[in-house]
Nanobody, 123 residues
Framework: QVQLVESGGGLVQAGGSLRLSCAAS????????MGWYRQAPGKQRELVAV???????KYADFVKGRFTISRSNAKNTVYLQMNSLKPEDTAVYYC?????????????????WGQGTQVTVSS
């Protein structure tokens, strides 16, 4: 019902910047929280940042002060501005969204993941 399409990954030198985008499309009543997660080779997927529909934000300690999450409710899009990138930020970055659909009995709350975008930071 909802698809997420990510863009903006790539290769950058340490200290550089990248901006990730994730657009939601499909049939839904409302997009609730949207977030970014990452998974490095051999490691578990971990939360990077999340933003609610009211634009409250939460960040992992390892990105505080370097990354900024934002969203456009009009475009159903979430962004992740990544500055001062480090080699340890290298990972596949995944977009995640919680959304609401209307069903005959009321509302149903669902979750969807994007396909992931590779971010590689060279030293």
């Amino acid at each position: 019902q909802v698809q997420l399409v990510e863009s903006g990954g790539g290769l950058v030198q340490a200290g550089g910047s990248l901006r990730l985008s994730c657009a939601a499309s499909g049939s839904f009543f409302m997009i609730n929280a949207m977030g970014w997660y990452r998974q490095a080779p051999g490691k578990q997927r971990e939360l990077v940042a999340v933003i609610t529909s009211g634009e409250e934000t939460k960040y992992a300690d390892f990105v505080k002060g370097r990354f900024t999450i934002s969203r456009s409710n009009a475009k159903n899009t979430v962004y992740l501005q990544m500055n001062s990138l480090k080699p340890e930020d290298t990972a596949v970055y995944y977009c995640n969204a919680d959304y609401t659909i209307v069903v005959t009995t009321g509302y149903r709350y669902l979750e969807v993941w994007g396909q992931g975008t590779q971010v590689t930071v060279s030293s």
